[in-house]
């Protein structure tokens, strides 16, 4: 009997331990569902605040996410109907908050909130904010339009940053969208192919809003909340362009290549952009509007083929002709894969050159 009762024992002992499994696998599940949230050790720390209209300070309905900034650990939580929120039972740590609502952009205030234990902080409101936009136009003293210039949105502060940068369309028009409601200057850069470590144009100077060439003697921007400031129109003198030409000569044969394209890009952290041309049956080409400066030369047999390299390649201030760019011949390989086991659907072959390479130099194909 007493057997019995043992054996009674272990069985139940055994379905709590599959009840109590079962019990954390449904948590984890409803984890998995909502916000990803890490295991933490919990505490007795709380933040509570609200989330307000950074215009009216009218309280907003949304969502407050915690973060842990020396661990993955996140947790969210909802508003109440008047904005206010709380998360309780924290550990010590630093911590990053953020507010979220439909519509809204938030302002990042505790960034690196530090918790200890057993705080109770109160009153850590968050401030959101319906987003602003500006529009306008770039032209010419003529008043001809111009396309790719780089149009930013600078912040009032005593080391100006961008706020929003933008090119300007084909015809000349520009739209920077969800910004912070506030002030502001807008400048346009000169699309230049000579420009310094942070995209700047070397040969030319920016216009500032609304046609100065310092930022002390523009004009602020005031960009309010859930509106469009238009008709923000600057005129500037564009850069000279030139033209470059030339013949494209397959390596392997030493004459001319009968088709293709050759473009001419030039990028760096503000400005990107591009000269193209088709080449001609003879290996002719005519790149144009391209400001002086450094261009990345880049040839491709036909739409879709895989791209060349070329030299690089410096334009002065003029015209430029009797560019020779000499490409190698690809080459083909064909082979088979051996293998015990069915290959899976999808499977590719790739070629990754690692130390000495034998084959030929690989060009277009």
């Given at each position: 009997?007493?057997?019995?009762?043992?054996?009674?024992?272990i069985v139940?002992?055994?379905?709590?331990?599959?009840?109590?499994?079962?019990?954390?696998?449904?948590?984890?599940?409803?984890?998995?569902?909502?916000?990803?949230q890490?295991?933490?050790?919990?505490?007795t720390?709380?933040?509570?605040?609200?989330?307000?209209?950074?215009?009216?300070?009218?309280?907003?309905?949304?969502?407050?996410?915690?973060?842990?900034l020396?661990?993955?650990?996140?947790?969210?939580?909802?508003?109440d109907?008047?904005?206010?929120?709380?998360?309780?039972?924290?550990?010590?740590?630093?911590?990053?908050?953020?507010?979220n609502?439909?519509?809204?952009?938030?302002?990042?205030?505790?960034?690196?909130?530090?918790?200890?234990?057993?705080?109770?902080?109160?009153g850590?409101?968050?401030r959101?904010?319906?987003?602003g936009?500006?529009s306008?136009s770039?032209?010419d003293?003529?008043?001809?339009p111009l396309?790719?210039v780089?149009?930013?949105l600078?912040?009032?502060e005593?080391?100006?940053?961008?706020?929003?940068?933008?090119?300007?369309?084909?015809?000349?028009?520009?739209h920077?969208?969800?910004?912070?409601?506030?002030?502001?200057y807008?400048?346009?850069?000169?699309?230049?192919?000579?420009?310094?470590?942070?995209?700047?144009?070397l040969?030319?100077d920016?216009?500032?809003?609304?046609?100065a060439?310092r930022?002390?003697?523009?004009?602020?921007?005031?960009i309010?909340?859930?509106?469009?400031?238009?008709?923000?129109?600057?005129?500037?003198?564009?850069?000279?362009?030139?033209?470059?030409?030339?013949?494209?000569?397959?390596?392997?044969?030493?004459?001319?290549?009968?088709?293709?394209?050759?473009a001419?890009r030039?990028?760096?952290?503000?400005?990107?952009?591009?000269?193209?041309s088709?080449?001609?049956?003879?290996?002719?080409?005519?790149?144009?509007?391209?400001p002086?400066?450094?261009?990345?030369?880049v040839?491709?047999?036909a739409?879709?083929?895989k791209?060349?390299?070329?030299?690089?390649?410096?334009?002065?201030?003029?015209?430029?002709?009797?560019?020779?760019?000499?490409?190698?011949?690809g080459?083909?390989?064909?082979?088979?894969?051996?293998t015990?086991?069915?290959?899976?659907?999808?499977?590719?072959?790739?070629?990754?050159?690692?130390?000495?390479?034998?084959?030929?130099?690989?060009?277009?194909?």
């Amino acid at each position: 009997m007493l057997a019995f009762w043992k054996t009674r024992l272990i069985v139940v002992l055994a379905l709590a331990s599959l009840l109590v499994i079962a019990a954390s696998a449904g948590v984890g599940l409803l984890v998995a569902q909502g916000v990803a949230q890490s295991q933490e050790p919990s505490g007795t720390a709380s933040v509570s605040g609200e989330l307000l209209d950074a215009t009216t300070s009218v309280p907003v309905k949304g969502k407050v996410f915690l973060s842990r900034l020396e661990s993955s650990f996140v947790r969210a939580v909802s508003t109440d109907e008047h904005g206010a929120y709380q998360l309780a039972g924290l550990a010590p740590g630093v911590y990053k908050i953020d507010g979220n609502a439909d519509g809204y952009l938030s302002e990042p205030v505790f960034a690196n909130l530090v918790v200890r234990p057993g705080h109770q902080l109160h009153g850590l409101n968050l401030r959101l904010a319906l987003p602003g936009s500006v529009s306008g136009s770039v032209h010419d003293p003529a008043g001809l339009p111009l396309a790719r210039v780089s149009v930013q949105l600078v912040t009032q502060e005593e080391h100006p940053r961008a706020a929003g940068t933008v090119n300007t369309d084909e015809n000349g028009a520009f739209h920077i969208s969800r910004i912070w409601p506030g002030n502001y200057y807008v400048r346009a850069i000169p699309t230049s192919a000579r420009t310094d470590a942070e995209g700047m144009a070397l040969d030319a100077d920016p216009v500032y809003f609304p046609q100065a060439q310092r930022i002390a003697d523009a004009q602020s921007v005031k960009i309010a909340a859930g509106k469009e400031t238009s008709a923000i129109d600057l005129t500037m003198k564009p850069l000279p362009t030139y033209s470059v030409t030339g013949r494209i000569i397959d390596g392997s044969t030493g004459k001319p290549v009968s088709q293709g394209a050759l473009a001419a890009r030039h990028n760096d952290r503000r400005q990107r952009f591009s000269a193209s041309s088709q080449i001609a049956p003879d290996g002719s080409f005519r790149l144009q509007g391209m400001p002086a400066g450094h261009y990345e030369m880049v040839f491709s047999m036909a739409p879709g083929a895989k791209a060349s390299r070329l030299p690089e390649f410096d334009l002065g201030d003029e015209d430029t002709s009797g560019v020779v760019f000499t490409v190698k011949p690809g080459i083909a390989l064909r082979g088979h894969v051996v293998t015990n086991q069915p290959l899976p659907q999808g499977f590719y072959v790739s070629l990754a050159a690692r130390g000495r390479v034998e084959l030929p130099e690989l060009g277009v194909s």
